[in-house]
């Protein structure tokens, strides 16, 4: 049995590390920097590094903050945010990064996702998909006024989880968990799955759907969004089914320690690397 994973992430805007509740209200959680050399020190298993804005100010990725968190920490090392390009790719690897994150570019060119496998290999390919729940009769949901989601009415029939993007501005028409099967055939070798409805909440993963992506994919899940108590990493390693629980402002302010976290699941029968 393959060991879980415990993840911080560290979502960046304007150069320092960021978090709010389902994608908005954003608030200072300290130098990112500073804040992956004590992860890495902790025990974390490897760290996710998300310029949240790169997309939306259609930019690339912050090279330098990215090359000196590298030199920082001695654990894996994901990083997403405005990547669109196998140059761009190449750029972050030769920065540092151990394997890179994709989300709007991948869906505006699923294609990206076989051309990135085909050059780096799928252990390097991470798909992130950013997915929230529209109901029967809704349109797209407008997410505090930070900018107006693209058109979006669903059918009757698709009251489902929608993927997102453009840092959960932008709803689609992919279905989650069709479009989840997708990138694993294109060659994705990890999903990074982000319940919107769930992030910053602090209630707890988003089991069901966690589960069924666990259940369609042949590849690790990376689950993201809701954790706020130790039992809630338990639920998701065990009902959720995630290879991977990821989590930010329960780290970020000293809410939960690592090292602590990691004893707690032990304790619980679930295969923890200390």
Same mark, same amino acid.
């Given at each position: 049995m393959l060991t879980k994973r415990i $993840?911080?992430?560290?979502?960046? =805007?304007?150069?320092r590390t960021v978090k709010g509740t389902n994608?908005?209200?954003? *608030?200072?959680?300290?130098?990112p920097v500073a804040l992956a050399a004590i992860y890495a020190e902790q025990g974390a298993d490897e760290l996710v590094f998300?310029?949240?804005?790169? !997309?939306?100010?259609?930019? =690339?990725? &912050? $090279?330098? &903050?990215? *090359?000196n968190v590298a %030199? !920082?920490?001695n654990i894996p090392f994901t990083v997403g945010g405005g990547i669109s390009s196998v140059a761009d790719v190449s750029a972050l690897l030769n920065a540092g990064a151990d394997k890179i994150s994709i989300n709007s570019s991948a869906v505006r060119n699923p294609g990206l996702i076989n051309e990135l496998a085909l050059e780096f290999g799928s252990q390097c390919v991470v798909v992130a998909i950013d997915t929230r729940y529209v109901g029967e009769g809704l349109g797209a949901v407008g997410l505090g006024g930070i900018a107006e989601p693209q058109p979006y009415t669903p059918t009757p029939q698709a009251a489902q989880h929608i993927v997102h993007t453009h840092g959960g501005r932008r709803p689609t028409e992919l279905r989650t968990i069709?479009?989840? =099967?997708?990138? #694993?055939?294109?060659?994705?070798? #990890?999903?990074?799955?982000?319940?919107?409805?769930?992030?910053g909440t602090k209630a707890g993963f988003a089991l069901e759907l966690t589960a069924q992506i666990s259940g369609a994919a042949n590849i690790p899940v990376i689950a993201s969004g809701?954790?706020?108590?130790?039992? %809630?990493?338990?639920?998701?390693? !065990?009902t959720g089914k995630a290879d991977a629980? &990821?989590?930010?402002?329960i780290f970020h302010f000293k #809410? $939960?320690?690592?090292? #602590? &976290? =990691?004893g707690y699941l032990r304790e619980k029968g679930i295969d923890m690397r200390i």
């Open positions: $993840i911080p992430c560290l979502d960046i =805007k304007d150069g994608f908005v209200n954003l *608030r200072d959680a300290g130098d998300l310029d949240i804005t790169a !997309t939306v100010d259609e930019r =690339k990725t &912050l $090279i330098d &903050l990215v *090359r %030199h !920082t920490i069709a479009w989840a =099967k997708e990138v #694993e055939e294109r060659g994705a070798g #990890e999903i990074l799955l982000t319940s919107m409805d769930s992030d809701g954790a706020g108590t130790m039992d %809630h990493f338990v639920d998701v390693f !065990t629980g &990821l989590a930010a402002s #809410e $939960i320690d690592i090292p #602590e &976290l =990691k």
